[in-house]
């Protein structure tokens, strides 16, 4: 059992900077993947990075390429996105999840489990 929670949600101006965490606790896996999720009011939620836990492999949707950072300190059970440059269509609820098999996956169905969710909003 897995518990995620999310937080460094908030208010950004168009073309700055925004660094979201989100905390594990529960049982530890050796070797599992993680991700991050977006969803903005009457859309899909969609995929924006993944990172496999013990190496750090990372993979991104194309939309957050090189403009966000995914990364993690498995010492510490924390995940971090480091959001820059960012635009309206990055706003929305964003929300960090985490899954068993080491394979990158983009689907929401693919993971097993969820945080609550942290509110970006982008002004200007």
């Known amino acids: 059992q897995v518990q995620l929670v999310e937080s460094g949600g908030g208010l950004v101006q168009a073309g700055g900077s925004l660094r979201l965490s989100c905390a594990v606790s529960?049982?530890?896996?050796?070797?599992?993947?993680m991700g991050w999720f977006r969803q903005a009011p009457g859309k899909e939620r969609e995929f924006v990075a993944a990172i496999r836990w013990t190496v750090g492999s990372t993979y991104y949707a194309e939309s957050v390429r090189g403009r966000f950072t995914i990364s993690r300190d498995n010492a510490k059970n924390t995940m971090w996105l480091q959001m820059n440059s960012l635009n309206y269509e990055d706003a929305g609820v964003y929300y960090c999840?985490?899954?068993?098999?080491?394979?990158?996956?983009?689907?929401?169905?693919?993971?097993?489990?969820w945080g609550q969710g942290t509110q970006v909003t982008v002004s200007s």
């Open positions: 999840a985490a899954r068993n098999g080491i394979l990158a996956q983009t689907t929401t169905s693919k993971y097993d489990y």
């Open positions: 529960g049982r530890t896996f050796s070797t599992y993947t």
